[in-house]
């Protein structure tokens, strides 16, 4: 299985999420963000960081950036798309997610590791996880505070399009569970089609027991036994 | 424009130093000239004040490849990898402007560390605020947690371990000071000495503008009432361009094109400059019109005389200058080459063909003042300490009075706010004695830690000087480190006065017996002097930022509980030391008497034996004893696992109080299992090492048979509650 992950200048866990899926056997590529084409890929992944900078809101400028019209390509003709942190904030500027990360409610970075909830394990990036199991992943934020309009909203939960919520160590789902202020506690969407996943909490982090736990290694081997 | 006597004072230059200058020059200097005399003569560049102390300290060692004089200290973690590290104080900025101030002082510390070719992996931090009733300490506290996790969380370095103080003595001057570590191979460092001339002089990073504009005057006064007109002279920090400007050097560092690079730190252009040119004995000329510069109408003194952040300098080899370019291009970051390097030995600047300024190197480097200030020693005062009336305290209350001050709550309101992950190697975080972080792609590990005692060392500062490293030392060993080497920012008052120049030359003697006794160099450093306003002096407060190593990374180890029913070792002696202690403090406001006593060989007998029992997998959990004693050591390795701990009562102790709160040192706490005892007994017999047992541990209670018996989730809440409603 082929995975490129994009580099903005200002991502830094470009190297984190290489170092992941290499362990979990994907042949990876880095694509730089000015080059204008995509090698062939089953799995893009956009990384966390600052992109550029992001002194303007987070991620509007790579948004707009050269290789985003590739992504956005590769996108719509059914590539699995991957958005960890800042990725999840540029998939919202380009438009391929819908709803936007305003400011975490009490307007901290936040770093920690939070409990989240699989909500839809009936995807391609959440197959190896059971439904409702609970997982414990760090997030390391700014803007993390997931918010929508109403109809969207409704249509992620007719849809089943939510993939993570935050809750408690026992799965409860509520405003002391909630570390940032997102909407029904949101840490993660896909796109109708659910090819795209953005979410905020980073696996990837989260696949060496030396470091931390390994309850991101089962979102990299669904993909990779999709 | 006549050089009067007023604006020599601007400049912070003395009269008489200005007759020297004059001397040195065979003619006055004009106002560019004197502006860089200014910036290198100032205390925070020249060291003057501090120099002859400093030259006793301990600086090598088979583990040193680089010690002071470069830009961060180099040790040797064996398979051709080095470690690069540096602290660095930006006090006088954070007051004026928390958040750019403390961010700044994060990028400064870190363009120290990548300028020599190592990739940073971690960040330190040791932050000092007034009293929290304080007006101002709120804002402060805010602004610089914020500042120093705006810079490292966006550059993408975790922030992995520090110490967040109060104490009313920074009341009017707090204290931010940043340490930044790198890794590089051992064959790839690369220095500030300038070779060869005619070689191309190159300007990198962000462009200049009149931020900072003498930054460095600034951090060599004492601050007054119209301190915060000083803000205009506080740099602002782009930790993106910083990153970009990282990626860069670390690109153009994997062949051979650098023959020298220097960042722009304190006094920019100008120190960098002088530097380079000083330590290779050659001449630098400079073409000022081709700096670039963010704003309009620059003058050849602005520029030189700017702090802009995000810069470089750099002597490349002959006709590596596109190869360069490119790179940075690449990046999207200005290259220029803005001169070259002369056998004249000045500094001679240009603009626009002409000749505005020219300075021999050495007038500014190695023929900057050195100042053999007087100092006395401290007169140790006589305690009047009531030791009746505080036995007769509420165990439990007072225990409760230490867990719930501002010092001693836990600290994840600050850390929080920190990217302690990023870069994927971060073994353990911060909350335990040491940080640990994987070298990348390797079976080994760092142990990093920074620790100051302000209280100590005013009280008595020889003995704090010596405390400082032995605690340092201690709180690697407790993670399983060997402790190889320290670097120091000595945070102190107005060196022009003689109680405070004896508490810089006594805290510096207890330092260096420290360090010599337990072979831990000090390899890089800082000086931070004039901390105070309107006479009102800090306490001195050295701060020692500690590198150790682990070898094999197989279990990492921290003060965690592991198991149910195991058993809880105490090595090392306790008397019960109470005098300076926090639960004085914090119970009677009393803050009295001598600091404990360093005991060398004990130290490093009782550290070595520990280190032996962890390499040797018998340890599950390790704590040092410090700052509250025996009693918040146990709650903290109970309060950070899911186990408790009964002790039984003690039997040979004077009194509960004195035994539990009071901070003998080289004590440490080993859990191990039952199964083991023999054989732990049988490693500390064998090295004469005195121990207790203290107790086991338990499910949910903390109990001292006969004086207390708390649930553990209930002193965790009293623990956390002090950040979160302040």
Known sequence: MNSSVIVFPGSNCDRDIAVALEKMQFKNKMVWHKDTTLPKSDLIVIPGGFSYGDYLRSGAIAGKSLIVNEIIKAANSGCL?????????????????KGTLLRNKNLKFINKDVNIKVINNKTKFTSKYNLNQILKINVAHNEGNYFTKESHLEELNKENLIAFKYCDEKGVVNDLSNPNGALENIAGIFNAKKNILGMMPHPERMVDEMISNTDGVNLFSSLINK | MQITKKIIEKHGLSLEEFKNIKK????????????????????????????????KLPTKGKQVIQGPGENAGVIDIGDNDAIVFKIESHNHPSYIEPYQGAATGVGGILRDVFTMGARPIALLNSIHFGSPSHPKTKSLLNGVVS?????????????????????????????????????????????????????????????????GIHGASMASAEFDENSEDKKPTVQVGDPFTEKLLLEACLELMKDDSIIAIQDMGAAGLTSSSVEMASKGSLGIELDLEKVPCREENMTPYEMMLSESQERMLIILEDGKEEHARKIFNKWDLDFVVIGKTTNTRNLTLNFHSKLVGEIQIDALATKAPVYKRKWVRKKIKKSKLDIKK??????????????????????????????????????????????????????????????SSANYCKSQPK?????????????????????????????????????????????????KEACEFL??????????????????????????????????????????????KSLLLLIGKTFGHIEQSCFLKENFSIIEGSPPEINFFNEKNNGEAVL???????????????????IVALCEMAMSSNYGIKIEKPKKIRNPIEYFFGEDQGRYIVE??????????????????????????????????????????????????WYNQY
Not at chain 2, 489 to 506: R, S
Request: hydrophobic share 35%; aromatic share 8%; charged share 20%.
């Open chain 1, 81 to 97: 798309i991957l958005g960890i942190c800042n990725g999840f904030q540029i998939l919202t500027e380009t438009g391929l997610l």
């Open chain 2, 24 to 55: 040195l020059m065979k003619r006055d200097p004009n106002l560019l000239e004197l502006g860089i005399f200014s910036a290198m003569w100032n205390e925070h560049c020249s060291y003057k004040s501090s120099r002859i102390h400093l030259k």
């Open chain 2, 147 to 211: 500042g120093i996790g705006g810079y490292g969380n966006c550059i993408g370095i975790p922030t992995v371990a520090g110490e967040t103080k109060f104490n009313e003595t920074y009341n009017e001057n707090i204290l931010v000071n940043a340490m930044a570590v790198g890794h590089a191979k051992k064959d790839k460092i690369f220095y500030s000495r300038a070779k060869g001339i005619n070689k191309s002089v190159v300007y990198v990073g962000s462009k200049t503008g009149r931020d």
């Open chain 2, 390 to 451: 505080i036995r007769n305290v509420n165990f439990e209350e007072a225990l409760i009075k230490v867990l719930s001050s501002p010092n001693h709550s836990n600290k994840s309101w600050v850390t929080n706010q920190y990217d302690q992950m990023v870069m994927g190697d971060t073994v353990q975080r911060s909350g335990s004695d040491a940080a640990i972080v994987r070298i990348h792609n390797k079976d080994k590990a760092i142990a990093v830690t920074v620790d």
């Open chain 2, 463 to 511: 003995a704090g000087g010596k405390q400082i490293v032995c605690e340092n030392w201690r709180n690697l060993i407790s993670v399983g480190a060997k402790p190889l080497a320290i670097t120091n920012c000595l945070n102190f008052g107005n060196p022009e006065n003689e109680e405070i120049m004896g508490e810089f030359a006594e805290c510096l003697e207890g330092i």
């Open chain 2, 519 to 564: 072979n831990y160099p000090v390899v890089s450093g800082n000086v931070s002097f004039y901390n105070g306003t309107n006479k009102k002096n800090i306490f001195p407060t050295p701060v020692i930022g500690g590198v150790g190593i682990i070898n094999k990374l197989s279990s990492p180890i921290n003060h965690k509980l592991k198991k149910d």
């Open chain 2, 612 to 630: 032996n029992l962890i390499t040797q997998g018998l340890a599950n959990s390790v704590h040092d004893v410090s700052n509250g004693g025996l």
């Open chain 2, 672 to 721: 191990i299992n039952k199964d083991n005892l023999m054989k732990v007994e049988k490693v500390l017999q064998k090295n004469d090492i005195y121990y207790e047992l203290l107790g086991i541990t338990q499910k949910k209670y903390l109990e001292i048979e006969g004086l207390m018996k708390s649930n553990i989730n209930d002193l965790f809440k009293i623990n956390s509650q």
